[in-house]
């Protein structure tokens, strides 16, 4: 399409040239004539030609211009009588004709001309005398044939035809180079993107375009969703691992001690409680991770799954510490909600009392005895904000760094001892998330931790 538009110009150009050409050739013809013309007019006046006075010297400049242009000359007299015809054929008839007319009228000076296309000849009519003093005597009607002019458009044709064709095949020629050029970098992205159909190893070099700048913006862009893949890539491959090595920690614990009593004759009953003790907690270990995991993914899926509804916040927080009482009163915590106006916010019950409720536990957990958590729910026209704070063991810079990521724990040893999956903050962060609210956390170590939540009231 582009290419037809690029090559309506060289159509355009013959019919341009051309016209020009016939145009100059007509005028240069005309001028010609008419310049013999006058030199003939003036002798026919000297001689009163046109008042019946036989010249020889006229009629030889006659016949011989007629011959000259191979055309036809006529001598109308003041009475629209043609008085001499080359042709020797109309002499002695009457001619009123527009262009006669307009002579003796005075109308175009020094004669008019008509070009006939189609017929190919030229006629001019020039007048005998001047009508600006009305002294014209008569009219001369020159009438000639243009074959030459038209013989010369044909030539000229001809040769332009021969550029057009040699121009358009030039055209389509680069026309052709260049799209390859131009198409070249985009061939090498694809072939890129084709790579990464195997996975992400396969295509793990990136790539560089440096054709032109956007197909250089492109390949940076590209090898930036590269980089982005190839890290989830990793956590994704680090969180299959994690899993697999934390369901298998209590069931190599049940396996051993499983084993251990097997492995002895005539173990004692107690030893057999106490073994026996040990494997049902392992068993709820592992309970507890996947309903972690599970948890987890339900969070990861789309946000379409979530369910959201208008809800008391303040209801939401003291049911979660109803729930977790038990558990602060063994370790001789203190739990504290502080609200002073009630709380309606648009969100998912279930995913909000996971995300609320493993940090009130958290506060709890890693407490001293005899500490406290203090829950305190405030809001503005646009938001709720819950802050969760204790005086439990802290944690250390380093690892607020990286708490929300899944199974991280800061202290193995202690945490694992407290009974944690490691699970706990990844939740609640995927579920403030949801939610597009904000979580952060301030802790000094051996002082205490404060989780702060932000959540939009209204969700969008
Ligand atoms: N309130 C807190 N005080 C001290 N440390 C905390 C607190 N909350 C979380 N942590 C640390 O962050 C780690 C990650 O927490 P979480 O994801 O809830 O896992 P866990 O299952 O171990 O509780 C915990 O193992 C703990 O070391
Ligand atoms: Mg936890």
């Excluded at 995913?351 to 958590?373: C, F, H, P, Q």
């Amino acid at each position: 399409m582009i290419l037809l538009v690029g090559l309506m110009p060289i159509f355009l150009m013959k019919y341009v040239i051309l016209e020009n050409y016939e145009k100059q050739a007509i005028v240069q013809k005309n001028q010609m004539i008419q310049s013999q013309c006058r030199q003939i007019v003036e002798q026919v006046l000297e001689t009163g030609y046109t008042s019946g006075n036989p010249s020889a010297v006229v009629e030889a400049e006659l016949v011989q211009f007629a011959g000259q242009y191979n055309g036809r000359v006529l001598i109308v007299d003041s009475h629209f009588s043609i008085i001499r015809d080359t042709y020797e054929i109309d002499e002695d008839k009457v001619i009123i004709s527009e262009e006669v007319l307009r002579c003796y009228l005075g109308e175009g000076t020094s004669g008019n001309y008509h070009y006939d296309k189609d017929y190919n000849f030229l006629e001019l009519t020039i007048p005998i005398g001047s009508p600006e003093e009305h002294t014209v005597q008569g009219v001369m009607i020159i009438s000639v044939p243009t074959d030459d002019v038209s013989a010369g458009r044909a030539a000229l044709g001809r040769t332009v035809w021969i550029l057009q064709v040699v121009l358009t095949l030039a055209i389509i020629a680069i026309a052709f180079y260049f799209s390859r050029v131009l198409i070249r970098p985009f061939a090498k992205i694809t072939k890129s993107l084709e790579g990464i159909r195997g996975g992400v190893e396969v295509s793990e070099q990136e790539i560089s375009i440096p054709d032109y700048t956007e197909t250089q913006l492109l390949a940076e862009a590209y090898n930036r969703m590269l980089q982005r893949m190839k890290l989830q890539e990793d956590s994704r491959q680090e969180f299959v691992s994690n899993v697999s090595h934390e369901l298998k920690t209590p069931i190599t614990s049940m396996k051993v001690l499983a084993d251990s009593l097997l492995a002895q004759q005539e173990v004692p009953a107690e030893l057999y409680r106490e073994f026996l003790g040990d494997i049902a907690e392992e068993i709820d270990r592992e309970n507890k991770i996947i309903s972690d995991l599970l948890s987890l993914v339900k969070m990861d899926r789309k946000s379409s799954d979530i369910n959201i509804q208008e809800i008391n916040i303040n209801q939401l927080i003291e049911k979660i510490i109803k729930r977790l009482k038990p558990i602060a009163a063994a370790k001789e915590v203190d739990l504290v909600l502080e609200s002073f106006k009630p709380v309606l916010a648009e969100v998912d019950e279930t995913k909000m009392t996971l995300a609320l409720s493993n940090l009130i536990e958290n506060g709890v957990k890693y407490n001293r005895d005899g500490g406290w958590v203090h829950i305190s729910l405030s809001v503005d026209n646009r938001y709720f904000y819950v802050k969760v704070e204790d005086t439990g063991i802290g944690i250390s810079e380093e690892d607020q760094e990286h708490i929300f990521e899944r199974f991280y724990r800061a202290d193995k040893s202690h945490s694992r001892e407290i009974g944690g999956t490691g699970l706990g903050l990844a939740i609640t962060r995927s579920a403030v998330l949801m939610h597009h609210g904000a979580i952060k956390v301030y802790s000094k170590e051996g002082e205490g931790t404060t989780f702060t939540v932000r959540i939009p009231l209204k969700y969008v």
